[in-house]
């Protein structure tokens, strides 16, 4: 069975630049989670998503991140403009469906550094 | 609100001998709880997760962890240390429908 996978691994780009992150979850996935995850912290929930509809952006912030899933299956998460403390790791997570019982497959993530 | 913590930042360990992780958390309700790890420049794996039921409960790689509701603990657990066990591992927990809220982390350190 094939994992989630992202792209790009590593960015850099200067403050003010945008960037875009792609995911594609597990195969039969309806859940797609996007978390942040700052050195030394666990993983922050950004946005979920049940399908092509969000579930959950409540830690998004609006004013410069947004998130797509049109077609319920693969997604981008886009930063624009980015500011330094936007450097973390940005993991991508699916899981069979919004039950709290289910576990969550990740990613390996896209580790962003913001100059 | 829901809130869980790992009061050890990093814990060391012979290869070998046992070893435990601490997970503490805080729930109004019947808590779902889970343990992932994460090695180097990888993403978070699955371990094992409680929901009801038995309150030890058997993972990968020969882990295992004890729901304990009086001092709402969820303790990690293997009976040998392997060098390679050596990570980053997090706690996690939901209830109802709230989202999942992980702990800030324990480094393992399996010395050998």
């Known amino acids: 069975e094939a994992g989630v996978a992202q792209s790009p691994r590593y960015k850099i780009i200067e403050k003010r630049q945008s960037v875009a992150f792609w995911c594609n979850p597990i195969?039969?996935?309806?859940?797609l989670y996007w978390y942040q995850q700052i050195l030394g912290q666990g993983p922050k929930l950004l946005i979920q998503?049940?399908?092509?509809?969000?579930?959950?952006d409540s830690q998004l912030p609006k004013d410069r991140f947004s998130a797509e899933r049109l077609k319920g299956v693969d997604s981008t998460l886009k930063i624009q403009p980015a500011k330094l403390e936007d450097s973390a790791v940005y993991l991508c997570?699916?899981?069979?469906?919004?039950?709290?019982?289910?576990?969550?497959?990740f990613g390996p993530g896209t580790r962003l550094t913001v100059l | 609100a829901q809130s869980v913590a790992q009061p050890e930042d990093q814990v060391n360990v012979a290869e070998g001998n046992p070893l435990t992780v601490k997970c503490t958390y805080s729930?109004?309700?019947?808590?779902?709880l889970f343990w992932y790890v994460q090695y180097p420049n990888r993403g978070l794996q699955f371990l094992l997760k409680?929901?009801?039921?038995?309150?030890l409960v058997k993972g990968s790689y020969g882990f295992e962890a004890e729901f304990n509701k009086s001092q709402t603990s969820f303790h990690l657990k293997k009976p040998s240390a392997l060098v390679s066990d050596s990570a980053l591992y997090f706690c996690?927990?939901?209830?109802?429908?709230?989202?999942?809220?992980f702990g800030t982390g324990t480094k393992l350190q399996v010395i050998p």
């Open positions: 997570a699916s899981s069979l469906d919004r039950g709290l019982r289910n576990e969550q497959f």
């Open positions: 195969s039969g996935h309806a859940t």
């Open positions: 998503f049940q399908n092509n509809g969000v579930v959950d």
């Open positions: 729930v109004s309700g019947n808590p779902y």
């Open positions: 409680y929901i009801t039921g038995d309150n």
């Open positions: 996690a927990v939901t209830w109802r429908n709230q989202k999942v809220t």
